[in-house]
């Protein structure tokens, strides 16, 4: 989601650092932000003028100090992994000034956790975005257990000026918009799993009798199966509920590589030209 969150940023007229560990992921994710500005472009809502002045505004490197450096804001995007998220936010918090907030766009992950090796526990927080960034409108604002006032308010301030709606929660396991999220996938997959109906159908029933854009089973091919599998485990394990238990169909996609839309198969087959690009 890294790019969506570097674009949303540099439409809203900030300076951005767009930063991965291979050349070739970061200009995958330029080529993917040049892409969904064509796409407004073809559809006369980006002029121009407006997505050039949006593209010099993103600088793409894998240096982390120069990512970091002078940044007034870091948001990390790497994937639902506890110690990953630490070692990044240690090594970021080595770089940035005193003054610098962090913030994790972690779905499920304990704040207070992800923080614990931090010396500045104080400016950390969760901004969770949602999938695709440029179109969804929440952006869901964790509480850490130490976090300052002050920090909230500037958090906030951050996402009006991304005009994106934003929603407070404090730090438990996935937080509000994952806990009810996955519940309802997760019993999708049981239904598909008992054969209750076809995927196309039971998707088709949220988005028409419940006004969802998009069905449970065609969301979780969105966000990856295998990210799907791993914060259902890390509730489960949280919370002791029966409900976050992976369905055994769920698992079987994730160890046959059938991850969703970023492998071309899911719970739906996905065109070639609709695939992330290597």
Request: aromatic share 4%; proline share 4%.
């Amino acid at each position: 989601m890294g790019h969506g969150i570097a674009q949303v940023c540099a439409q809203a007229g900030l300076e951005v650092r767009l930063r991965d560990m291979d050349r070739a992921f970061v200009d995958r994710g330029i080529k993917s932000i040049e892409t969904s500005l064509e796409k407004g472009v073809a559809k006369g809502k980006v002029v121009p003028a407006d997505r050039d002045r949006v593209l010099a505004r993103i600088t793409g490197t894998t240096d982390l100090a120069e990512a970091c450096r002078d940044a007034d804001l870091v948001i990390e995007a790497v994937p639902e992994d506890l110690e990953l998220k630490r070692k990044v936010f240690r090594d970021v918090e080595g770089i940035v000034g005193d003054a610098a907030i962090l913030a994790t766009n972690t779905s499920s992950l304990s704040i207070a956790e992800i923080a614990e090796p931090l010396a500045r526990k104080q400016r950390f927080l969760g901004l969770h975005f949602f999938n695709p960034v440029q179109v969804m409108e929440l952006v869901e604002v964790v509480r850490g257990p130490d976090m300052r006032a002050d920090v909230l308010d500037a958090a906030l301030a951050f996402v009006s000026r991304l005009g994106k709606q934003s929603i407070v929660v404090k730090d438990s396991p996935g937080f509000a918009t994952s806990r009810l999220g996955v519940v309802l996938g997760l019993e999708a997959i049981r239904m598909l799993e008992d054969g209750v109906a076809s995927a196309q159908d039971i998707d088709k029933a949220m988005e028409l009798g419940y006004r969802h854009p998009m069905g449970p089973l065609k969301l979780s091919d969105l966000v990856g199966l295998d990210t799907r599998l791993a914060i259902a485990d890390y509730l489960h394990k949280k919370t002791g509920r029966s409900a976050f238990k992976p369905p055994d169909l769920l698992r079987r996609k994730v160890a046959e590589g059938k991850l969703g839309k970023k492998t071309g198969e899911g719970f739906y087959v996905w065109a070639e030209e609709t695939r992330p690009r290597p």
